[in-house]
């Protein structure tokens, strides 16, 4: 085949995509696509190879053999491609460290802390980006992603556990009586809307809330906290400078909600020197966390696999 004979790179990887992720959807999801533009990608590539390349499955699609065996050939390629460009990058000046966290968790955690790293390394330049979930580090040009690992993980990343998500009430000194008492608003997030029926069903002596009220994303919940609007449930690394500071507090602790934090970067992407300081220190910072605060803890039930 001549190479203007073949199929259109965007095409291809919609084909990949869906083969991938098993489903037209979440590959919509994941290249930031309508259902319907992945859907008449992949058909217009089966029209200009003269090939079907997909099929229904119950309710959904899956690859035909042709399919598949194009969508392995597609992925290989662009891993390929992946690491032709680190490499060129790799070999190329010194390029700032893009670090892309959670927003959160960016805000009330790493940002308060970096200093600390850029103290210490003044020549490492680090440039932080926030953002959840799935990501595409090459389009984004990500170098390293901190995420809470609660989606699904592309095969070819690399992925080390960065801490335990750890989550627990705390609230403004004034609100302990109430909280004690029973007689607070419980607030949470809409990014986990079930959080606080599963902190509850998990902690069967605590005291339950007159009411459950959620707030867009959790820095929005930690303010309001913080404003003696009510009692959050937080995650440790959200709510641990506040504790410490006296702000807030979280007498029934920090317990394991059965998932963690990760770091993310591409396995065919080089781990330089600067990288290699940087993940380092995020690891020790990570470590440090659960020393920070020491809290006595309401009797918990196992937590539950999730």
């Known amino acids: 085949m001549k190479r203007s004979e073949i199929p259109s790179l965007d095409d291809l990887r919609a084909l990949e995509a869906v083969a991938r992720l098993g489903s037209v959807r979440a590959a919509a999801a994941e290249l930031a696509l309508t259902h319907?533009?992945?859907?008449?990608?992949?058909?217009?590539?089966?029209?200009d190879i003269g090939v079907p390349l997909l099929e229904a499955d119950g309710r959904g699609v899956r690859p035909t053999a042709g399919g598949e065996t194009l969508a392995q050939a597609t992925g290989q390629a662009?891993?390929?491609?992946?690491?032709?460009?680190?490499?060129i990058r790799t070999s190329a000046a010194p390029a700032p460290i893009v670090l892309s966290c959670e927003r959160s968790l960016a805000m009330r955690w790493l940002i308060p802390r970096l200093s600390e790293f850029q103290d210490a390394h003044p020549a490492v330049e680090v440039h932080l980006s926030t953002g959840g979930g799935a990501l595409?580090?090459?389009?984004e040009r990500v170098t390293l992603a901190i995420r809470r690992l609660d989606f699904a993980l592309d095969p070819g990343w690399a992925v080390t556990t960065l801490m335990l998500e750890r989550v627990g009430p705390v609230m403004p000194p004034s609100l302990r009586q109430a909280f004690d008492s029973g007689?607070?608003?419980?607030?949470?997030?809409?990014?986990?809307?079930?959080?606080?029926?599963?902190?509850?069903?998990?902690?069967?002596?605590a005291p339950r809330p007159r009411s459950i009220r959620l707030l867009d994303h959790h820095f929005l919940m930690m303010e309001a906290a913080l404003g003696g609007l009510g009692v959050a449930l937080a995650p440790q690394a959200i709510a641990a400078n506040d504790v410490v500071a006296g702000r807030l507090k979280a007498p029934a602790g920090f317990s394991?909600?059965?998932?963690?934090?990760?770091?993310i970067?591409?396995?065919t992407s080089a781990t330089s020197q600067d990288l290699s300081a940087l993940r380092t220190w995020?690891?020790?910072q990570a470590a440090a966390l659960c020393g920070t605060t020491r809290f006595r803890s309401l009797?918990?039930?196992?937590?539950?696999?999730r």
């Open 299 to 305: 009797r918990a039930r196992p937590a539950r696999d």
């Open 265 to 267: 970067q591409p396995r």
């Open 36 to 47: 319907g533009a992945v859907s008449r990608r992949v058909s217009k590539l089966g029209i």
């Open 256 to 263: 394991p909600d059965g998932t963690a934090y990760g770091l």
């Open 183 to 205: 007689d607070y608003v419980a607030l949470g997030s809409r990014t986990r809307p079930l959080a606080w029926q599963e902190w509850l069903d998990g902690h069967p002596d």
């Open 78 to 87: 662009l891993a390929l491609i992946s690491g032709a460009l680190a490499a």
């Open 282 to 284: 995020l690891m020790a």
């Open 136 to 139: 595409d580090f090459a389009r």
